[in-house]
């Protein structure tokens, strides 16, 4: 079976510090692999999505970068978090484009 | 693009009760729209999913219907349990010809079951 995971499970950290967020997937190969953003009390916002090792898509601007080193690594990356960074992180596959998302358990971030 | 409105955003139902969400999409070509439950501090689980082609699903206690002339579609949650308390969004992905797209979700609703 397959199984999605990230971490670290909770983060802390200082505004203009570095962000590397991870999320691996087990059991299947080429997954299609998507990040999202979950802030307090809203609904979740894509930020990236992956078809293949290099492809990354970004849906809206902002401070964030992806990277897909491997099949099934996926980072999300900042030079420098701000504020408005702070939210839960989920990561998700699916098999094909058009097919079901599955996430992860997620992480969460807090910026101060 | 998509935008997928939520309602409501807190329900309180008795136990035992049933409870309805319910959810309207904008684009005319979404064709697959996923449930998911999400519990405090966890990813989203999918609960059940309905296609474009198909009006109404159901899975033991949970049903989806779609009616796509109107543009929405609604969960339907019967015998409620404490259980089933948790947050619930819908989503509604459009098809772009391959394109990796990923869903657009409501706000969810925070389903509350009253013992």
């Known amino acids: 079976s397959q199984t999605i995971h990230q971490w670290p499970a909770t983060l802390v950290q200082p505004v203009g510090s570095p962000l590397s967020l991870e999320c691996t997937v087990e059991g299947t190969s080429n997954p299609n692999l998507y990040w999202y953003r979950q802030a307090a009390g809203r609904g979740l916002q894509l930020l990236f999505y992956s078809v293949g090792i290099g492809q990354i898509s970004s849906e809206v601007p902002q401070n964030l970068s992806a990277s897909r080193p491997q099949d099934r690594q996926f980072i999300l990356s900042s030079k420098k978090l701000l504020l408005s960074d702070s939210g839960f992180y989920l990561c998700?596959?699916?098999?094909?484009?058009?097919?079901?998302?599955?996430f992860g358990p997620g992480t969460r971030l807090l910026v101060l | 693009g998509e935008n997928v409105e939520q309602h409501p955003s807190t329900l309180s139902v008795q136990e035992g009760d049933s409870a309805v969400i319910k959810c309207t999409y904008s684009d005319s070509a979404s064709n697959y729209f996923p449930w998911y439950k999400q519990e405090l501090g966890k990813g989203p689980q999918l609960i059940i999913d309905?296609?474009?082609?198909?009006g109404e699903k159901k899975d033991q206690r949970i049903a989806v219907t779609l009616n796509k002339t109107a543009k929405h579609f609604s969960l339907h949650i019967t015998e409620t349990q404490p259980e089933d308390s948790a947050v619930y969004f819908c989503a509604a992905r459009g098809y772009s010809g391959g394109g990796a797209d990923g869903l657009t979700f409501g706000k969810g609703t925070h389903l509350i079951i009253q013992p």
């Open positions: 309905i296609r474009s082609n198909v």
């Open positions: 998700a596959w699916s098999r094909q484009p058009q097919e079901t998302q599955y």
